[in-house]
């Protein structure tokens, strides 16, 4: 189930702009025609970001494919390798400009309150907190990365699917409200 879920997440990530609507309740009078496209523009650029994480969770998960998928299992296995490093460039910065203009999305709009603001916030927070376990990872910040017990901590708060289908049931239901 855990592999299943872990293939529709970048896929929801992708539908999100779809759903989106500018005209929609929330993103209607004055300022909200700008932020609301600030906040689609966010959830495009972690659309984006989420092609490292798709193509990785498909390399990992097709080791254990049987052996009747080995074309595919090598196709993989060759896309990752090749691709693996500008991903994880792209990745990185597309995910740290969408915590960037989430936020400034957030705040244009902040003052309309509500059960969406909240939805908003609680988002944009996970972005937030993934955000800065990520980029410790990246640069090794030290001394957070001298100590192997808070390292492997580190990746596994990273790398973990809670926080993940939190946040993106909480952008269904911010982008969902009127």
Same mark, same amino acid.
């Given at each position: 189930?855990?592999?299943?879920? $872990?293939?529709?997440?970048?896929?929801?990530?992708? /539908?999100?702009?779809?759903?989106? #609507? !500018?005209?929609?309740?929330?993103?209607?009078?004055?300022?909200?025609?700008?932020?609301?496209?600030?906040? !689609?523009?966010? /959830?495009?650029?972690?659309?984006?970001?989420?092609?490292?994480?798709?193509?990785?969770?498909?390399?990992?998960? $097709?080791? $254990?494919?049987? %052996?009747?998928?080995? %074309?595919?299992?090598?196709?993989? *296995?060759?896309?990752? &390798?090749?691709?693996?490093?500008?991903?994880?460039?792209?990745? !990185?910065?597309?995910?740290?400009?969408?915590?960037?203009?989430?936020?400034?999305?957030?705040?244009?709009?902040?003052? &309309?309150?509500?059960?969406? @603001?909240?939805?908003?916030?609680?988002?944009?927070?996970?972005?937030?907190?993934?955000?800065?376990?990520?980029? @410790? +990872?990246?640069? *090794?910040? &030290?001394?957070?990365? #001298?100590?192997?017990?808070?390292?492997?901590?580190? &990746?596994?708060?990273?790398?973990?699917?809670?926080?993940?289908? +939190?946040?993106?049931?909480?952008?269904?239901?911010? /982008?969902?409200? !009127?």
């Amino acid at each position: 189930m855990k592999k299943q879920l $872990s293939m529709i997440l970048p896929f929801l990530i992708m /539908v999100l702009p779809v759903l989106a #609507d !500018n005209d929609a309740g929330f993103e209607r009078g004055g300022d909200g025609g700008f932020a609301g496209g600030l906040g !689609n523009f966010a /959830v495009f650029l972690l659309a984006v970001g989420a092609v490292y994480v798709a193509l990785r969770v498909l390399y990992v998960w $097709s080791k $254990s494919w049987p %052996e009747d998928y080995e %074309e595919w299992k090598t196709l993989l *296995k060759d896309l990752y &390798r090749q691709y693996r490093k500008p991903l994880l460039t792209i990745h !990185n910065w597309m995910m740290i400009a969408a915590v960037v203009v989430g936020g400034i999305h957030g705040i244009f709009l902040l003052s &309309r309150g509500g059960f969406q @603001v909240i939805t908003g916030i609680v988002a944009w927070g996970i972005m937030l907190f993934l955000a800065i376990f990520g980029t @410790v +990872i990246y640069y *090794k910040m &030290r001394p957070i990365w #001298d100590k192997r017990e808070v390292k492997g901590f580190v &990746r596994f708060v990273h790398r973990q699917w809670i926080l993940s289908i +939190i946040l993106i049931i909480a952008l269904l239901i911010h /982008v969902g409200i !009127n």
